[in-house]
């Protein structure tokens, strides 16, 4: 199955990623001068309204992904609120910022270097099959900052993870112009700036990195064992996985690696279009009791069939749906995930 087939089939937007989204949007059209004729005194009006209108799409978005569960309605998303007021305040700020800046720059509008800012563009270099979307590039002379907004309320610092990404859109961006990055940086939903100064060589160590990393897996040459072997499983790697319900790494030990809940065995009864039994296989502590598994969508499952369920509420022998749960039929390779427990 090719990349872009996995990604349909089992990434799904949640209500925390569908909010990024918003905050997203609204930046981006900040950033490119969208609310350039507001004035100073509507502009959170014009703000509040333009986050509704997008939320408004990512809930219908939300819905068409995961029909036919039904997601909570957007007041009723976790920070939803907060969210909005957060981020409505930081955009607004940024706005405010920037024309009193540009104010005092009378005769000199254009922004500095020979490069306007980047803005929610994609960049890709062909010869090492890269591409990614960095949120905002600034550009002073011959160098750049790499930006990336973060809705999270408790960011402090740029993670492993999230500096090898932006290192990663720093070769991009160099690859493209020509010009040397001197740092990344991530925005808040508060504003505050998170930023480290990198070098050359911090990029070309990421690139080196990247290019290894893709060996790996092109030699693992589709095989479950080898690819198993590179993954590096964990409780906050896992938590947000697309593709943890058909992932052996997430079941290694015996039960869900993220400590939700969730249970692994085979359809033993159908009983009707929204509950059935599956005698469990993981997690270990309850194999070959039966469980009683309901508030799920049942019309494309058969008896005798070996299902993954993720995101549900267990209790002892019973597990309820909640609407994002996951349920995957194992099959083919992915009976490693029942053979390597």
Same mark, same amino acid.
């Given at each position: 199955?090719?990349?872009n087939e996995l ?5 799904k937007p949640?209500?925390?990623t569908?909010?990024?989204i918003?905050?997203? %949007?609204?930046t981006?059209?900040?950033w490119s !001068?969208?609310f /350039?004729s507001v004035?100073?005194? =509507?502009?959170?009006?014009? +703000?509040?309204?333009?986050?509704d ?6 809930a219908s978005?939300?819905?068409r992904?995961w029909y036919p569960?039904?997601p909570?309605?957007?007041r ?8 909005r007021?957060?981020?409505? %305040?930081?955009?607004a700020g940024?706005?405010r !910022?920037?024309r /009193?800046?540009?104010?005092?720059q =009378?005769?000199h509008?254009? +922004?500095?270097?020979n490069?306007?800012p980047i803005?929610?563009?994609?960049i890709?270099?062909?010869?090492i099959?890269?591409?990614?979307t960095?949120d905002?590039?600034?550009f002073e002379?011959?160098?750049?900052t790499v ?8 960011i ?10 932006l290192?990663l859109?720093?070769?991009l961006?160099?690859?493209a112009?020509?010009?040397?990055p001197?740092?990344i940086?991530i925005?808040t939903s508060?504003?505050?700036?998170i ?8 990029v070309?160590v990421?690139?080196e990195?990247?290019?290894?990393h ?11 064992t080898?690819?198993?072997a590179l993954a590096?499983?964990?409780p906050e790697?896992?938590k947000w996985?697309s593709?943890?319900?058909?992932c052996?790494?997430?079941w290694s030990?015996g039960?869900p690696?993220?400590?939700n809940?969730g ?6 009864a ?10 469990q296989?993981?997690p270990e ?8 598994v309901s508030n ?6 058969r008896?005798g069939?070996?299902v993954s ?8 022998s019973?597990?309820r749906?909640q609407w994002?749960?996951?349920i995957e ?6 009976r ?6």
């Open positions: 199955m090719a990349d990604r349909q089939k089992f990434v949640n209500t925390f569908s909010l990024g918003v905050a997203h %949007r609204i981006e059209m900040a !001068n969208d /350039d004035s100073d005194d =509507e502009i959170e009006r014009a +703000l509040f309204a333009a986050w209108t997008e939320l408004a799409n990512q978005a939300l819905a992904k569960s039904v909570p309605a957007s009723d998303w976790p920070f939803a609120s907060v969210s007021q957060r981020n409505v %305040r930081r955009v940024e706005i !910022n920037f /009193d800046r540009r104010g005092t =009378e005769g509008p254009e +922004l500095p270097g490069f306007g803005v929610e563009r994609e890709c270099d062909a010869d099959n890269l591409c990614g960095p905002r590039v600034i002379g011959d160098s750049f930006f990336d907004l973060k809705t999270g309320s408790e402090t610092d740029i993670s492993e993870p999230h500096r090898r990404q290192l859109y720093a070769h961006v160099a690859s112009t020509g010009c040397t001197i740092s940086a925005v508060s504003g505050k700036i930023e480290e100064v990198i070098s050359v060589h911090d070309t990421a690139i990195q990247f290019l290894a893709t060996h790996d897996f092109d030699n693992a040459d589709g095989d479950p080898k690819i198993l590096k499983p964990g790697t896992c996985c593709f943890r319900s058909v052996s790494a997430y030990k039960q690696i993220d400590g809940g249970s692994l065995g085979q359809i033993v159908i009983t009707s279009t929204n509950s059935m039994t599956i005698r296989i993981l502590s309850g194999s070959d009791q039966l469980v009683g799920i969508q049942t019309g494309d499952l008896l069939e070996v369920i993720v995101g549900g509420f267990q209790r002892e019973s597990l749906g994002n749960t996951q039929v194992i099959s083919g390779l992915n490693a995930v029942v053979s390597q427990p």
